[in-house]
Every structure is written in structure tokens, then in C-alpha cells.
């Protein structure tokens, strides 16, 4: 996620002072931290900022145009939805509307990556917002219309790659479509699909039952089911209240004797 406080450096800083000020730039920019390998390909670039050599500004224009944030948030997205991100990461805000995104657009398809970033960081609203020696961050500001202001907290919230790498928020809003988990639904449609009907009746397999199509279907179901209540689990949880929520899923599909068959230790 995107940093939500200033984070400032000087021109005297120290080594380690500026060791943790580029954990805040990756935190904004990349949102979250490098792997060794990708450290590895920063090196220089590193190496030149911790020594006082090249300022904020400069490295984030030269972060911007390397692999480690082009193969994350550029080779795979659309321009529309990179452009978002680069405001997002560069700009600590949504774009504003359409007029704002077809202008960085025009110079992300005649300049590049490059130019649009140096646009961005050398525009005077950064230099009024974060000046030479603040990390750009997620901060409040005024807000021109209540879309605007939905648009920022969506994209404020939002994990890279949470709502797909095709249509930004701006025009998820405008359109009327829901794109969380990277699928995008029209919101009517979400309002109109029945919800699965769930039969009461329980398959009880005995030593001489035959397993038919019908089971296999049924138990497919179930698999189903139980992935997605897998998926609810963001963060680690107890193993008991993983079985707790499964053994109830798996009594729907399975009488109570053989449901214990698949839960014991």
C-alpha cells in the first residue's frame, strides 16, 4: 500500500537516514519491498542515492524507467490503468478526469515511460506537494466532486493488481462495473445473478454404493466451495477454524459418518 505520512530526507543525511528513506520510496512506488534479486538489479542506482549523489527526484525517475517497476506495472496493463498507478505513485492521487488522463496518455504513446514519469515528477504540483526531499505519499486534498473523491479512496485502497490491470477506477465508475478480484461485472448484473440453490439432501456412500455422474458433480461442488471458503482467509488463522468452517461446508454434500472420515487426525 501507499504511504499515508511524509517521509523527508536532507542533504546531510546520513547513510542509514537514507537506507530508510528508500524503504519508503519502494513502499510508495512499488508497494512493498524488494526482493534480493531485485535489489540486486537497483544496485547502481542504489548505491548513488545512499551516498547523497542523486536526490529523490532523480531516482524515482530513474526507478520509474527499470525493469523492476516496468515488468510490475507497465509490460501487463493497459496505459489508462499504468497512467492511474503512475499518479497513484508519483502524485499520491487519482487522475482527476478524462481530459487529465488522455493528456498523460498522449505523452505515454509519443514519449514513453521515461517521459511521462519526468513530467509527472518535474510538474509543479509535485514541487508544491513534496518539494526536493519528501517521498510522494497518499495525502488529502481537495476534492472537485464526489466521484473524484470515491475514485481516490478506491484507488487509495486498492493492492496492485486488486481490481485488474485494464480499466482504472475513474472509468470503472463511470461505466457502473465492479472489478474487484480482476474480473469486471457490471453492477446491474451483480444485483440480477440468483444465488445457487442448495439441496438438502445428502449423498451417504456405503461399501457397495456406485459412484454415478450425479456424485461426481455434487463432489465437484463441494471441492468448489471449499476452495472459495479457503480463499476468505487473507491472513493466517487456526487450523481449527479452517475445519470448523470446512466440516459444515462438507455436511451439505456428505452424511455426518463419512463427513468425519475426512477430519480425523
Known amino acids: 500500500m501507499s504511504l499515508t505520512q511524509p517521509v523527508t ?13 528508500l524503504k519508503q520510496i519502494y513502499q510508495q512506488v512499488i ?25 529523490i527526484r ?3 525517475k530513474s526507478l520509474a524507467v527499470r525493469s523492476v517497476y516496468l515488468e510490475h506495472f507497465y509490460e501487463n496493463s493497459s496505459n489508462m490503468k499504468f497512467i492511474e498507478n503512475a499518479c497513484k505513485h508519483f502524485l499520491g492521487r487519482a487522475p482527476r478526469n478524462n481530459q487529465e488522463i488522455q493528456k498523460w496518455d498522449d505523452i505515454l504513446v509519443r514519449r514513453g515511460v521515461g517521459a511521462l514519469v519526468s513530467e509527472i515528477v518535474d510538474s509543479e504540483e509535485y514541487r508544491k ?14 476534492y472537485e466532486s464526489a466521484s473524484e473523491y470515491i475514485e481516490n479512496e478506491r484507488l487509495g485502497h486498492e493492492h496492485a493488481g486488486q481490481r485488474g490491470w485494464a480499466i ?12 474487484d478480484g480482476g474480473t469486471c461485472v457490471r453492477e446491474e448484473d451483480k444485483l440480477t ?29 463441494c471441492v468448489k466451495e471449499i ?4 480463499s476468505l482467509y487473507p491472513q493466517p488463522v487456526s487450523q481449527q477454524e479452517i475445519e470448523t468452517d470446512l466440516q459444515q461446508k ?9 463427513a468425519s472420515l475426512l477430519f480425523k487426525n
Open 9 to 21: 530526507t536532507r542533504h546531510d543525511a546520513s547513510p542509514e537516514e537514507r537506507e530508510f528513506v
Open 31 to 55: 508497494e512493498r519491498q524488494l526482493y534480493e534479486f531485485e535489489h540486486k538489479q537497483l544496485a547502481d542506482l542504489e548505491k548513488d542515492f545512499i551516498k547523497g549523489k542523486i536526490g
Open 58 to 60: 532523480h531516482f524515482l
Open 129 to 142: 506537494s513534496f518539494g526536493y526531499f519528501t517521498v510522494p505519499y497518499w495525502h488529502e486534498h481537495r
Open 168 to 179: 482504472p477506477n475513474h472509468y470503472q465508475h463511470e461505466l457502473h462495473i465492479d472489478c
Open 193 to 221: 445473478v440468483e444465488p445457487i440453490q442448495k439441496t438438502q439432501e445428502t449423498l451417504d456412500f456405503s461399501s457397495d454404493t456406485k459412484i454415478t455422474a450425479r456424485h461426481i458433480q455434487r463432489l465437484s461442488a
Open 227 to 230: 476452495t472459495d471458503i479457503l
Open 250 to 258: 462438507v455436511l451439505e454434500y456428505v452424511s455426518a459418518t463419512n
